[in-house]
């Protein structure tokens, strides 16, 4: 076999290798519908899954995404060839014509990406994060307070309580400061952002060359809008918290645990400008993901008033190992391994974020058979892994038990549920401790029951998948209980 034959043979098999299959689309526009349809990621991990699948691929224009419908499937690529599948897609509307793409979770996978998950490394580290602490639990009583003050607004209080705790924890901002000042700024600005993240939210984003369309076409304008805002919102508070640390008032914070950690003298604008967007990111995130504080406790709320023995069993592991002289703690959590299980089953059986958010490939790979293009956008199903099957536990269920039982083993979601990688969620720690103690104090001193017309749980179909409002009943467990609450909300 002369050498051409081999060279033209190997270019044939390479011609042969499939990209993953996936369902028919549209001419020209492709798959669009599937993304456009509401739920989506439910129609990737049953029917789909069914039919096509690990490993789903659709085309939009010409663009290729791959679904990955399994833990195993996400894991082979975002973690083991985590050096190929670590970008993120090129977001033209809300990252480049917005700006937004100066902010980490958007910056590709790179060096200047590596400065600033160092920079968020210094500041939420497991040693970090214990500095905030007391003011998670400070946190926590005050939520329970205010939800048995005003119980028909418990859905408001309960997101303004995590949108007060990413803005202490960013900028060692007060609650009063916070509520007056950002609260309002940070949901305006975040609703522009989640409904421009959304694939196929613009045009521009499958077809980049409109972005040099004049300014006064529809999408430029509200690029502009959004521009403003999302800067507002990014440098007022770290403009207020730089003052703070100045004058020696300043709590402790992300943003001082930054600007300290580098000698005054080599603060550059430069850093300074990497420093703010850091932060900003966190914030960012932490609105947009701070939805998702947010809504694994609306989801723990549903879950609690629908299934009332698993609450009860909960209340019960608090008040037999923590007693009634004091409210639970973040160092109690190995000490109420049914909480912790209870935890683990709010955030499997509802995932907050089902499709994770995307990576990009940056060279072509060949995956099971399939080959995956450059530039393809890839996204994990964490909704399809959190329904993995068990012969058990049926996986809509809410079960904590499957979290004991070591005979039919079901994976812990901290393990999935914050992504896979290089690009693992860097907040993971402070989201675990926040949602820890705010649950346990919520069961320990709370009881949660549907209302009397009933409570059929539904959800926003959005990138961060919301429970929609819902109404609930609230009543303090004892008047210790509250007195309890009182002592730790006025510290
Ligand atoms: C229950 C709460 C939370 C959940 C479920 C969650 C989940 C996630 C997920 C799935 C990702 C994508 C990771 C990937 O690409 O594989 C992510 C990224 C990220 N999260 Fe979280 N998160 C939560 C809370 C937080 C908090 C409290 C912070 C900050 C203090 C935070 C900051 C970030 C940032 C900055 C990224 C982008 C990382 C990068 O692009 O390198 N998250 N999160």
């Not at 833990?71 to 897609?89: E, F, N, Q, T, V």
């Not at 400070?138 to 209080?157: T, W």
């Not at 959190?386 to 979290?403: G, L, S, T, V």
Request: glycine residues 6%; aromatic residues 8%.
């Amino acid at each position: 076999m002369t050498l051409s034959t081999i060279l033209a043979m190997f270019m044939l098999r390479r011609k042969r290798r499939p990209f993953p299959p996936g369902p028919r689309g549209l001419p020209i526009l492709g798959n669009i519908q599937d993304f456009t349809c509401g739920f989506e990621w439910i129609r990737f991990g049953t029917s789909m899954k069914h039919h096509f699948g690990d490993v789903l691929g659709f085309r939009i224009l010409r663009n290729t995404i791959v679904v990955l419908n399994s833990a195993k499937a996400a894991r082979d690529l975002l973690d083991k060839r985590g050096h190929l599948y670590s970008s993120r897609p090129v977001l033209t509307v809300v990252g480049e014509l917005m700006g937004l793409d100066r902010s980490m979770p958007l910056l590709p996978y790179g060096s200047e990406w590596r400065k600033c998950r160092k920079l968020e490394h210094i500041a939420l580290n497991a040693t970090a994060v214990k500095q905030y602490r007391p003011m998670l639990e400070h946190f926590s009583a005050m939520l329970a307070l205010d939800i048995l003050g005003d119980p028909d607004n418990f859905y408001e209080l309960t997101r303004l309580c995590a949108s007060r705790i990413i803005l202490s924890v960013t900028y060692g901002l007060s609650a009063r400061v916070t509520d007056s000042e950002y609260i309002t700024l940070a949901e305006d600005t975040m609703r522009i952002v989640t409904s421009s993240i959304r694939p196929g939210a613009y045009l521009c984003d499958l077809i980049p060359i409109m972005k040099y369309l004049p300014g006064w076409v529809p999408f430029q304008r509200e690029a502009r809008h959004g521009r403003n805002m999302i800067e507002r919102f990014v440098y007022t508070p770290f403009e207020r918290a730089k003052e703070a640390i100045a004058m020696g008032s300043a709590g402790p914070s992300l943003t001082r645990d930054l600007l300290t950690s580098i000698p005054a003298d080599s603060l550059t604008t430069e850093i300074e400008e990497r420093i703010k967007w850091t932060t900003g990111a966190l914030l960012i995130m932490t609105t947009a993901g701070g939805e998702s504080t947010f809504g694994t406790l609306a989801v723990f709320m549903i879950a609690m008033a629908v299934n009332r023995d698993k609450q009860i069993r909960a209340q019960e592991e608090i008040d037999s190992v923590i007693g009634a002289e004091r409210l639970p703690n973040i160092p109690d959590r190995g000490r109420l391994p049914y909480v912790d299980a209870l935890i683990q089953e709010v955030m499997r059986w509802h995932p907050i974020l089902p499709l994770s958010i995307t990576r990009r490939a940056d060279a072509e790979d060949e995956y099971e058979g399939y080959v995956i293009p450059k530039d393809t956008i890839v996204s994990p199903n964490l909704w399809a892994i959190a329904m993995e099957p068990n012969p058990k536990y049926p996986p809509e269920q809410f079960i904590p038990e499957r979290f004991l039982d070591k005979e039919y083993p079901t994976p812990n979601p901290t393990t999935w549920a914050f992504g896979f990688g290089r690009r693992i969620c860097p907040g993971k720690t402070l989201a675990e401790e926040s949602v820890f103690v705010l649950i346990s104090t919520l069961l320990a001193t709370l009881d949660i029951q549907a209302p009397p017309e009933g409570l059929v749980p539904k959800f926003e179909s959005r990138a961060v998948c919301l429970p929609k409002r819902f109404n609930c009943v609230f009543k303090a467990r004892s008047l210790d209980k509250f007195e309890l609450l009182r002592g730790a909300a006025a510290l």
